[in-house]
């Protein structure tokens, strides 16, 4: 079952990827992402495989299994992102192009590549004495995907002429960068199992990075919009007041679109971490 879907993971990514470079999809900072992403799982899950087939599991100094699922998980997160973000830039830039129906095709395999990952986990943690792995927990997926999305925002930022030279936008840039960081220290503690090195408990370290991440990640959703689409601050407040928005001539993403997929990104990944927030206080709260 494990090596049918490794297969089906290498055969979906690379079938992503070629598809994706056919189309000149790496021209774009949209682009470099999702072909980054199919190039990365490719690679990985070819690397595993190869271990697996030649019975090299036992000999690394950390848990294979842990190692696995942690791998499998992030892929499948990866994948997802992919196959969200891809579609919606390159199947709108493409409507009117022979290169259509391959953005689709591409789509469609970076799905199946996401089913395969999470089927992959799935069948990693039915095996009989598993022990899960933290990045198969509700606690790690959630960190995981506060990075992804943080990873998504990071692209479209850049451009940097979106925030330069504007302190607040500036500001929500730190935002971004601090709580990135945070969540990777989280899951990094708990991957190293230096969790328990710590002088006070994980979840109560993991409560409070948390909390101070959506008091961040709330000035950042006030600000943003509010410098980039105030028209008092001489900005555009309707994307019809963008040319390059309007004129449908263009081949990337405008700068419009750009500053409103930031701002709907930053939303998306508070609501993230205000679910991280309640579920941890959840935990913490029961345990004592």
Same mark, same amino acid.
């Given at each position: 079952?494990?090596c049918c879907?490794?297969?089906?993971?290498l055969?979906?990514?690379c079938?992503a $990827?070629?598809?994706?470079?056919?189309?000149g999809?790496?021209?774009?900072?949209?682009?470099?992402?999702?072909?980054?992403?199919?190039?990365?799982?490719?690679?990985?899950t070819l690397?595993?495989?190869?271990?697996?087939?030649?019975?090299?599991e036992?000999?690394?100094?950390?848990?294979w299994?842990?190692?696995?699922?942690?791998?499998?998980?992030?892929?499948a997160?990866?994948?997802l992102?992919a196959?969200?973000?891809y579609?919606?830039?390159?199947?709108?830039?493409l409507?009117?192009s022979?290169?259509?129906?391959?953005t689709?095709?591409?789509?469609a395999?970076?799905?199946?590549?996401? +089913?395969?990952y999470?089927?992959? /986990?799935?069948w990693?943690?039915?095996?009989?004495?598993?022990?899960?792995?933290?990045?198969?927990?509700v606690p790690?997926?959630?960190?995981?995907?506060?990075?992804?999305?943080?990873? +998504?925002? $990071?692209? $479209?930022?850049?451009n940097?002429?979106?925030?330069?030279h504007?302190?607040a936008?500036?500001?929500?840039?730190?935002?971004y960068?601090?709580?990135?960081?945070?969540?990777? /220290?989280?899951? &990094?503690?708990n991957?190293?199992?230096c969790?328990?090195?710590?002088?006070?408990p $994980?979840?109560?370290?993991?409560?409070v990075?948390?909390?101070?991440?959506? &008091?961040?990640?709330?000035?950042?959703?006030?600000?943003w919009? &509010?410098?980039?689409f105030?028209?008092?601050?001489?900005?555009?407040?309707?994307?019809?007041?963008?040319?390059?928005?309007?004129?449908?001539?263009?081949?990337s993403?405008?700068?419009?679109?750009?500053?409103?997929? /930031?701002?709907? &990104?930053?939303?998306i990944?508070?609501?993230?971490? +205000?679910?991280?927030?309640?579920?941890s206080?959840?935990?913490n709260?029961?345990s004592s």
């Open positions: 079952m494990g879907l490794r297969q089906l993971q055969f979906s990514t079938m $990827f070629s598809l994706g470079a056919s189309v999809t790496w021209k774009g900072a949209i682009g470099n992402w999702s072909m980054f992403i199919w190039c990365f799982c490719f690679v990985l690397l595993i495989l190869i271990v697996e087939l030649c019975g090299l036992g000999h690394f100094p950390f848990s299994d842990n190692f696995l699922i942690t791998c499998n998980c992030y892929s997160l990866l994948c992102s196959s969200i973000i579609p919606i830039i390159y199947v709108q830039l409507s009117n022979h290169d259509w129906d391959r689709i095709i591409s789509t395999f970076s799905c199946i590549a996401f +089913v395969a999470a089927m992959d /986990v799935t990693t943690r039915a095996q009989p004495n598993m022990i899960t792995g933290y990045m198969a927990t790690g997926l959630l960190k995981g995907l506060e990075t992804i999305v943080a990873c +998504v925002i $990071f692209v $479209f930022l850049s940097t002429s979106l925030y330069l504007q302190p936008l500036e500001w929500c840039v730190a935002v960068s601090i709580c990135f960081i945070l969540s990777s /220290v989280a899951i &990094l503690l991957l190293g199992k969790d328990n090195r710590l002088s006070i $994980f979840s109560i370290f993991q409560l990075l948390t909390l101070l991440s959506v &008091l961040l990640y709330t000035t950042a959703l006030l600000l919009p &509010l410098y980039q105030n028209e008092e601050l001489g900005r555009q407040p309707q994307r019809s007041s963008d040319v390059n928005c309007s004129s449908g001539l263009s081949t993403v405008c700068i419009w679109d750009q500053q409103l997929a /930031v701002v709907s &990104l930053t939303a990944n508070l609501l993230i971490y +205000v679910t991280d927030l309640v579920f206080a959840r935990l709260f029961n």
